[in-house]
């Protein structure tokens, strides 16, 4: 079934886990993770980025999430990631999001708060959470990553935007990790007790286990997986070229990259302890 930001954090809030946000990118990516969470009776975020919505790409993707989701047994929320203005935000509510980011952690903190409020109420009055950021999470690649989101302004901006969940920089990026990460455990902690609301771990792919596990016991609630998604469809797709006997016919080819994108989402599924919880 399709359900909002609100109701799939809420259910990982009660139980004391984190929902996997599973980027996708093309209808195979969906299938495979759709097909992963049945299978595991597990909640899941499907998130698109924002140039997905430009580009014509989701005028055939959001319709077909949409039904996909509805037609799920298990809880899905279709959310927009990373969404940097209201008209990205305006188009996602028309094609069926039932959760939006809003991403203003580029802008001064005054500006940051006055977007994210102005989109936190429009999304109100259709019933629709926020995730909002502070501190920005930027890619593997950014020279400077050492501007971790503090308790201080984490409780200011949450109360200044009432969103619905926060996401927040505390060692993690976007991308493949060059080295492993080394999460601030003790800052999500402390940023969780200031602010009250559940947080959210961008940059999931790639981040151990062991760390997975421990920022989620301090209060993380839903973690982004991008680029692991991708990798998977991509070796899925080398292994079927490498394959002398492969079937030209497309439906066919596809078959294990989509299985391979399912086996990828059955194990973030189980790391972040999303399996089971759906019913
Ligand atoms: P990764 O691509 O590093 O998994 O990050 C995904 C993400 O955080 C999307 O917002």
């Not at 792919?205 to 680029?227: F, L």
Request: hydrophobic share 45%; with cysteine.
């Amino acid at each position: 079934m399709l359900v909002n930001l609100q109701t799939i954090i809420g259910m990982a809030e009660k139980g004391n886990y984190c929902i996997p946000a599973f980027n996708v990118y093309n209808i195979e990516t969906v299938m495979g993770i759709l097909d992963a969470a049945e299978e595991q009776r597990a909640p899941v975020i499907l998130q698109m980025y924002p140039r997905l919505f430009k580009e014509e790409v989701g005028f055939y993707l959001c319709p077909s999430i949409v039904a996909a989701a509805q037609r799920a047994s298990v809880p899905v929320c279709f959310h927009l990631d990373h969404g940097p203005s209201e008209w990205e935000v305006t188009r996602a509510l028309r094609w069926g999001c039932s959760g939006i980011m809003l991403d203003g952690s580029s802008h001064d903190f005054d500006k940051n708060v006055a977007m994210t409020k102005h989109i936190v109420d429009t999304c109100a009055a259709v019933g629709i959470g926020v995730e909002g950021e502070i501190g920005h999470v930027g890619s593997v690649n950014d020279e400077a990553m050492d501007e971790f989101t503090t308790p201080e302004e984490a409780a200011a901006f949450v109360k200044a935007t009432g969103v619905t969940c926060l996401a927040v920089l505390i060692g993690n990026a976007h991308g493949h990790y060059k080295k492993p990460p080394k999460l601030d455990i003790e800052r999500v902690k402390a940023i969780r007790e200031a602010c009250g609301i559940p947080l959210v771990l961008h940059g999931g792919s790639g981040i151990p286990e062991d760390q997975v596990k421990a920022a989620i016991a301090a209060g993380i609630r839903k973690m982004n997986i991008g680029t692991d998604v991708c990798c998977a469809f991509a070796e899925g797709t080398k292994e079927t070229l490498a394959d002398p006997a492969r079937s030209i016919a497309i439906d066919i080819f596809m078959k294990k990259p989509i299985a391979r994108v399912k086996a990828l989402a059955v194990e973030k599924i189980q790391m972040v302890g999303a399996a089971g919880k759906a019913d």
